[in-house]
């Protein structure tokens, strides 16, 4: 109401004559802009041969003189201004100082999307701090990662074949078969793959709620699994797989200890009851008279002027209580409600992460001596009435190291 939509601002850099960016348009230094005014902030960057570029988030501060004096005509400026994003503010004076010296392994500067993004969610200029050079924060944590390995399938407590690494495949793929059933088994980080073939002529069952997952410190779990047939894939299966004679199906079964359930916080929002919220503006302005200064008699007399102001500014903060008692009302039109995005499952075999501590030396010992005991899981199968317990046995062998984060060099 009082300034417009704009206000200047002015930027000065020591060494002077440096290369000065707002807002993606470029200046020489010193240098006075006519920016739009508004409370998001803006980029200035400055840079110049021999010096490193530095940069500073600006944005305005408030003009408290004229927010009185903005008040002041039934405190309809105010309202308007807050509406406009147009508060009664001004751009500071911006001086920005260049390092001497270049250096080409010093990190480069954020994005300005990067810098403002930081400003406006958590007020931080993420041009001020330390540029450290790119080689103290070379990558040097590591995790070693562990496979999971079919060693052995035991028949009511007996090894009855030895398992084998199916040729042409991956080295996580194995098989195995007896006079019954063959199996393609396939673990991998969170679950494990089996495919079962019934070889006899008649039809055998897999018993869920018998089967189990043996972990680590030989505790017996519940084993979840999902089962894939042809046209159809079971978010909830049965408690038993039945397999025809001479037919197959495919299997997937993971610990239920490691699997939790994965939701989001959804926002909706009643548009009647907004709608309702915002006419309560209108209604609270004139139970109170907020814009006829409480419905005095001219101002006439000794210190008409002192009246009239007071009367505005009562006014004004009249008009705030109803502009927020609509705000509050509004908050409650909203409906929060948790919708399921499914399952989230865990690895079954567990990482080793290096410590920035350790040595490399160190670190390869401690991998080697946290290789993963066995694991198995046990499928009671039923063939002709007689349950048979199949159980597969696996262990995770240590196979690489993946770089993960970054440590200090020094």
């Not at 944005?59 to 201004?81: C, F, K, M, Q, Y």
Request: charged share 20%; hydrophobic share 35%; glycine share 6%.
């Amino acid at each position: 109401m009082l300034q417009g939509r704009t206000s200047r601002l002015s930027v000065a850099t020591t060494p002077p004559d440096a290369r000065v960016t707002i807002a993606g348009t470029d200046y020489t230094a010193p240098v006075s802009v006519e920016l739009p005014r508004n409370e998001h902030g803006v980029v200035v960057r400055a840079s110049k041969d021999g010096y490193q570029q530095a940069c500073q988030v600006v944005d305005v501060e408030t003009s408290r003189g004229l927010v009185v004096l903005d008040s002041i005509p039934l405190a309809l400026g105010v309202v308007v201004d807050r509406l406009a994003g147009t508060w009664p503010s001004h751009y500071p004076e911006v001086h920005i100082a260049l390092p001497p010296g270049v250096d080409e392994d010093l990190k480069p500067l954020p994005t300005d999307a990067e810098l403002l993004t930081a400003w406006r969610t958590f007020r931080a200029d993420r041009c001020v701090g330390q540029r450290m050079p790119l080689a103290d924060a070379r990558f040097e944590k590591w995790v070693a990662q562990y496979r999971p390995a079919l060693t052995s399938i035991h028949v009511q407590g007996k090894t009855v074949a030895t398992v084998a690494r199916m040729e042409g495949k991956p080295d996580n793929h194995f098989v195995f078969h007896d006079d019954v059933l063959s199996m393609d088994v396939v673990p991998d980080d969170v679950a494990i793959r089996v495919s079962m073939q019934n070889h006899i002529n008649r039809s055998i069952k897999v018993r869920w709620d018998d089967a189990v997952f043996v972990d680590f410190d030989h505790t017996s779990n519940a084993l979840g699994h999902r089962d894939k047939t042809e046209g159809s894939d079971s978010g909830n299966p049965h408690s038993v797989s039945v397999i025809a004679s001479r037919t197959s199906i495919d299997l997937t079964v993971f610990p239920v200890s490691r699997a939790f359930p994965v939701s989001r916080a959804v926002r909706t929002t009643d548009q009647a009851c907004t709608q309702r919220c915002q006419q309560t503006v209108y209604e609270c302005m004139a139970a109170f008279n907020c814009s006829g200064y409480r419905s005095r008699a001219p101002y006439t007399g000794q210190g008409w002027l002192l009246f009239a102001i007071a009367d505005g500014i009562d006014a004004g903060l009249c008009e705030r209580r109803c502009l927020d008692q609509a705000q509050a009302c509004v908050g409650s039109c909203t409906r929060v409600s948790q919708q399921s995005e499914g399952w989230q499952q865990l690895p079954i075999v567990p990482s080793l992460l290096r410590k920035c501590s350790q040595s490399e030396a160190e670190f390869e010992q401690a991998a080697e001596a946290a290789e993963p005991e066995t694991y198995a899981v046990l499928l009671p199968v039923e063939v002709d009435g007689t349950v048979r317990e199949y159980t597969l046995n696996f262990e995770g062998e240590l196979f690489q190291y993946l770089l993960q984060a970054g440590c200090p060099s020094r």
